[in-house]
């Protein structure tokens, strides 16, 4: 199955993330304190600056010239240092544990949903929901779907769900998910206001 990402709603930087799945990581890892869309742009970015995505060398690079690299303008996030170096753990993961492939994340010794689940936890800046979000990801637009998925996947992995990057394939799936998560942020603030 020909995979077709909708997230950094860029066509080459979409491209990197269906093709490649340490861009995929990547992308994952910088999905915080900035917009998605900036977020699954990095890989791209990292990639046009080194000549290519690949861990092994992302792993090797010398960590100073890599936080320059990542701080670049535009940099590739907010906060490019801490990034940079979360993304060489990730790298160095994936080239010790995986043999540089990071597809082997989810098709190592066939895991099921809980392993895989396990497994992303591992990895640096993937706690429980990120974790959580990238399983559902993984089952319902690349279709990795090892036994018990949806239920390690936890309300990510519901279909029909329209509230992750899991679920953003098109830009209608985007404007639901972003009201979604407006939605969310609106109700949490009433909820910590009526409590004051």
């Not at 977020?39 to 060398?57: C, N, Q, Y």
């Amino acid at each position: 199955m020909a995979v077709k990402l909708w997230l950094a709603q860029e066509s080459e930087a979409d491209q990197l993330l269906s093709d490649n799945p340490f861009a995929l990581l990547v992308g994952m890892v910088l999905d915080q304190q900035i917009p998605l869309e900036r977020a699954f742009a990095g890989p791209k970015t990292i990639a046009d600056r080194l000549g290519s995505l690949d861990a092994a060398e992302i792993a090797d690079y010398d960590p100073d010239k890599f936080a320059a690299l990542c701080s670049e303008k535009p940099a590739i996030h907010r906060f490019p240092g801490s990034m940079a170096k979360r993304i060489q753990m990730l790298a160095r993961i994936v080239v010790d544990d995986y043999d540089g492939d990071a597809s082997a994340l989810w098709t190592a010794g066939d895991p099921d949903g809980p392993e895989l689940l396990r497994r992303l936890k591992g990895l640096p800046g993937f706690g429980e929901q990120k974790a959580r979000i990238f399983l559902a990801l993984l089952g319902k637009q690349y279709a990795v779907t090892p036994k018990g998925w949806r239920d390690a996947a936890g309300e990510f992995g519901k279909a029909g769900s329209h509230i992750s990057v899991a679920d953003i394939s098109d830009p209608r799936s985007l404007d639901r998910v972003r009201s979604y998560k407006k939605d969310m942020k609106a109700a949490k603030k009433a909820k910590g206001e009526a409590a004051t």
